[in-house]
């Protein structure tokens, strides 16, 4: 609350308490988990786990995904540690593959479940990636030209893997999914969107 000095009709000053617009009753948590599970009442039992938040979500929640450094530090370090790498060494995939990932927004959603077919990453939902592609979200930053502004290098390729099979490993709270972590995206897919942003001739950093 902030008081203001007004004038009544008498000629009086008077003091008027008025509400910040910012300030808003807190949420019952218990509530809020409440609701949730009742939108969800008609869920299958296997896919019931995925309305309760692990440690990383409750942090980031928490904080708003604001952490403060040894928070993030500590997701950081456990996300890291969910990190499945290639058996053979190599995070490329096929391009072209990885360009119908990116397109492809299936998976995850309660309409999908059982799931019939193969998750997509629907990264156009958060990224402009090419040229030709004019549908694309801005939550996350332009890709263009993502592999050639970073010289290919073997690092940065390895660095693309990682930030895709586990975010929350290079950003705390990211608001990008956990792709492997989470069993969204197999290791092969994982590396075909790699390739994507990677591959010389992939139409991302041909500027197409």
């Known amino acids: 609350m902030r008081k203001v000095l007004a004038l009544t009709g008498a000629g ?4 008027i308490a008025v509400a910040h617009a910012q300030q808003k009753p807190a949420v019952d948590p218990a509530k809020a988990d409440a609701a949730v599970k009742a939108a969800f009442a008609n869920a299958p039992a296997d896919w019931v786990p995925r309305l309760t938040p692990d440690e990383t979500m409750r ?3 928490q904080t708003r995904n604001k952490p403060g450094k040894a928070t993030a530090a500590a997701i950081e370090k456990r996300e890291r540690a969910t990190i499945e790498y290639p058996a053979d060494g190599n995070f490329i995939g096929d391009w072209k593959k990885g360009e119908a990932l990116a397109q492809n ?3 995850l959603r309660f309409t999908d479940y059982p799931p019939r077919r193969a998750s ?3 990264c156009y939902a958060c990224h ?3 040229k030709k592609e004019v549908s694309y979200g801005t939550l996350g930053p332009s890709l263009l030209e993502y592999g050639k502004l970073r010289d290919y290098k073997p690092e940065a390729i390895k660095a693309a893997y990682e930030k895709i099979y586990n975010s929350h490993a290079v950003l705390a709270c990211s608001n990008m999914p956990r792709f492997g972590t989470n069993k969204i995206l197999t290791i092969d897919q994982i590396k075909d969107a790699v390739a994507l942003l990677m591959s010389p001739d992939s ?3 041909k500027g197409q």
């Open 12 to 15: 009086l000053l008077t003091v």
């Open 59 to 61: 942090r980031c929640s």
């Open 105 to 107: 927004g299936y998976g």
């Open 120 to 122: 997509g990453g629907n």
């Open 128 to 130: 402009q990636l090419t």
């Open 203 to 205: 139409p991302v950093n």
